[in-house]
């Protein structure tokens, strides 16, 4: 598309630094090249940003990358042609430094004959800026359970980057089209000894091909044209509940794990993902935004243990609080000490599980994936919490399908209120009141996919065997959205009115709603009732 010559003026007029995990490529540039999964951004710092596209083409060669301070590219400030090909999925990834911080920029790419949307990205604030950091956060979204209403929603909001807590895309999928699903994912396998899923990635081709559906569709494309997006994973980037440092991923053998499938899964999320990971597979990483937000990315996945109790709807059994590693020693170390040193107002921590607990009438908890099952890394990281004397610690958190807020305590949730959570619901998977519920006992509480519409009395029940949670919402879908200064650290969880069809309709805000000061380490009463 470019001649000769613009392209040399172009590059001329370039005041950036663009950093790529290998040398400036010398391959000639693709003619073909399509961009149906649309343009990425992530990691914001104030001087650099990630950006990414995968495309559709053959063989092996370039693609060319530009920057701009406007939108027409009048003013490019970074152009270098990528090399891509088949063993890097077409994915084209660069790290583009020397640019100034909290700007607006712009940014394409193009082929010899076609090129890509026009993304935008804002830079970070400056270490010493004491501005208001606006971010949202979400997990969870499986395509075939419902459209992405919440995905159209955030990428209207006025953000300066989102985080994603997890679940981008399901190897699985549950759901299909005329049943409890709204459209189909074909993608993968059946699985005879599986009969809950439709369908499951098993190869690297099927977890490529999982990005490029969950991408085709346009709101998803829109939230990452508009936003910067920090991600880490969860596990359904690889496959349900698995556990990364157990034997067998932790999963019967009847799931068919291997560690060919976790390592295909890997390097299908590093591919599509706009940031670089460190080492071999690292995601934990922090990223500063002015005085105001130090946000604090853990895996939670990768390096855990097999879950305790069998991971099932029970008491807890007795070796529930034997040693076993959750972030394991590496991670755990580098969390306690980015906590400790952070000179941040509000420590904010992208939570894959939750952290408090999650507790059924007659003793029973809800699963033991989350932290209540490693119950020594758990009380280990909030010890740190108190004894260091470390204020405003909020914990963001996907994976359960549920809007829950409340008071992070220590002693299995029975002890001292030492940091708060916002559970941001899901985009689509399935909600409780969605689904039928296991209480424990043999009990069901019975949901609804179509309608649901949990009884005030259920909700209120469950809390009051959870005293430590202030809020819920077990039916509809969404995520937060967090606007912190100096002084508050406001959230507002989002939810749209339904996913089983195409709609711009949301719920109030009203009883969603929170606004924390400085110092704060409980919201019960804010919205629910009081401790």
Not at 129 to 152: I, M, Q
Request: net charge neutral.
């Amino acid at each position: 598309m470019l001649t000769r010559r613009a392209m040399l003026r172009r590059s001329a007029a370039a005041t950036a630094v663009l950093l790529l995990p290998e040398a400036t490529a010398r391959a000639a540039a693709l003619r073909d090249a399509k961009f149906r999964q649309g343009v990425l951004s992530g990691d914001p710092t104030p001087d650099g940003i990630t950006l990414l596209t995968v495309i559709d083409a053959e063989g092996s060669g370039s693609v060319r990358l530009e920057v701009a301070t406007d939108a027409a590219f009048r003013k490019v400030v970074a152009s270098r042609s990528i090399a891509t090909s088949a063993a890097k999925g077409h994915s084209v990834k660069a790290r583009v430094k020397g640019l100034k911080a909290h700007e607006r920029y712009y940014y394409r790419f193009e082929s010899k004959t076609s090129h890509s949307p026009v993304g935008r990205f804002q830079t970070a604030l400056p270490d010493d800026s004491n501005e208001t950091v606006r971010f949202g956060f979400f997990s969870c979204a499986d395509y075939t359970h419902g459209y992405y209403n919440a995905y159209e929603q955030l990428q209207r909001d006025d953000l300066d980057f989102v985080v994603c807590l997890g679940d981008y895309i399901y190897a699985e999928s549950y759901h299909a089209k005329g049943k409890t699903g709204v459209r189909d994912d074909k993608i993968g396998k059946a699985n005879r000894d599986n009969p809950s899923i439709v369908r499951e990635a098993v190869s690297l081709a099927d977890y490529r091909d999982k990005y490029a559906l969950y991408r085709s569709d346009k709101a998803l494309r829109d939230v990452h044209a508009k936003f910067p997006m920090i991600a880490t994973w969860d596990d359904h980037e690889v496959q349900d509940n698995y556990a990364g440092h157990a034997p067998g991923g932790g999963l019967d053998p009847a799931k068919h794990y291997t560690a060919a499938r976790k390592a295909a899964g890997y390097k299908a999320f590093f591919e599509a993902m706009p940031f670089f990971q460190t080492g071999k597979s690292r995601v934990y990483r922090a990223l500063r935004f002015g005085k105001n937000v130090d946000m604090i990315m853990l895996d939670q996945r990768q390096y855990r243990d097999d879950q305790p109790c069998g991971d099932a709807t029970v008491a807890p059994c007795a070796d529930l609080d034997a040693p076993r590693a959750f972030l394991g020693r590496p991670q755990m170390d580098w969390a306690k000490q980015r906590l400790a040193s952070s000179g941040a107002a509000w420590k904010v921590v992208g939570n894959e599980v939750m952290m408090m607990n999650a507790e059924l009438p007659g003793g029973a908890y809800y699963g033991f994936d989350s932290w209540q099952g490693y119950v020594t890394e758990r009380e280990e990281l909030l010890a740190h919490i108190k004894t260091a004397g470390i204020k405003d610690v909020v914990f963001v958190t996907g994976d359960i399908h549920t809007f829950i807020a409340g008071d992070v305590r220590t002693a299995k949730s029975r002890g001292e209120s030492v940091a708060l959570e916002f559970v941001g619901g899901s985009i689509t998977s399935q909600s409780f009141g969605e689904t039928d519920l296991p209480i424990g006992g043999g009990q069901v509480l019975k949901g609804n996919d179509a309608n649901p519409n949990t009884a005030p009395a259920i909700i209120d029940a469950l809390r009051a065997v959870n005293p430590w949670v202030d809020q819920a919402d077990f039916d509809h879908h969404g995520y937060g959205v967090v606007e912190a200064t100096d002084k508050t650290f406001d959230v507002t969880l989002k939810r749209v009115q339904t996913i089983k069809k195409q709609s711009n309709a949301t719920l109030p805000a009203t009883g969603f709603r929170y606004t924390v000061a400085r110092g704060q380490t409980s919201i019960k009463g804010v919205n629910g009732p009081p401790a």
